[in-house]
């Protein structure tokens, strides 16, 4: 079973360049999660989907970030005119639908750097 | 925030020594994860502890779960090389809603 992608694995801006992520969950995963993950931080929610759907995007700085899942399977975090206080991991995450405790399957990350 | 204020923890121990992590959280969870990170890598899940069991076991690894105090620990017996990694609690509030709140981990090296 292929586990999460994600694409690139790094990124270098200049300040105020946009910069997309991408992300590939395990086949049948129906939440995604994307993190942010400074440096020596523990990874910090930004987003996640139940399918298509936006379930809480309240830690998504909205001025600037954005995320889609359009059909509930690959997804894309874009950010506008990115800060050196970006600079971080960001990680993507799935789960597949269950009624217990949830696991969640981590992608290597995207390590960005915001100059 | 879900956890408290403590700082990326560092610690260096010698193989086939055994370690102790701990952390602790602020509201209310009926499970803790714990997670290892490889360098380069994503976190995986290396074991779960739920609100109904204080201590739970897989392999060299032991998780336990204080709800009272709203603390939880893992412990590795007899470290090995292959153990150097940075380690996460994280809870989710187990409500339907699945927000996982992640500590800021411990950097485990084990040293030959």
């Known amino acids: 079973e292929a586990g999460v992608t994600q694409s690139p694995r790094y990124a270098v801006l200049q300040e105020g360049q946009a910069v997309s992520f991408w992300c590939d969950p395990i086949?049948?995963?129906?939440?995604l999660y994307w993190y942010q993950q400074p440096r020596d931080q523990g990874p910090q929610l930004l987003v996640y989907?139940?399918?298509?759907?936006?379930?809480?995007n309240s830690q998504l700085p909205s001025d600037r970030f954005s995320a889609v899942r359009p059909k509930g399977t690959n997804s894309t975090l874009k950010i506008q005119s990115a800060k050196q206080g970006d600079t971080a991991t960001y990680l993507c995450a799935s789960s597949p639908r269950t009624g217990g405790a949830i696991e969640q399957y981590f992608g290597p990350g995207t390590r960005l750097t915001v100059l | 925030s879900q956890w408290g204020e403590e700082n990326l923890q560092a610690l260096s121990i010698q193989e086939g020594e055994d370690v102790t992590m701990n952390c602790s959280y602020k509201t209310y969870t009926t499970v803790v994860h714990w997670y290892r990170q490889d360098s380069g890598r994503g976190p995986a899940l290396i074991i779960l502890?739920?609100?109904?069991?204080r201590e739970k076991r897989s392999g060299r690894l032991r998780a336990t779960l204080d709800t009272s105090s709203q603390s939880s620990s893992l412990s590795i017996t007899a470290a090995q090389c292959e153990d150097t990694a940075v380690y996460f609690c994280a809870t989710d509030k187990n409500t339907g809603y699945q927000n996982f709140y992640f500590g800021k981990g411990t950097s485990l090296t084990v040293i030959p």
């Open positions: 086949s049948g995963h129906d939440t």
């Open positions: 502890i739920r609100s109904n069991e």
């Open positions: 989907f139940r399918d298509e759907a936006v379930i809480d």
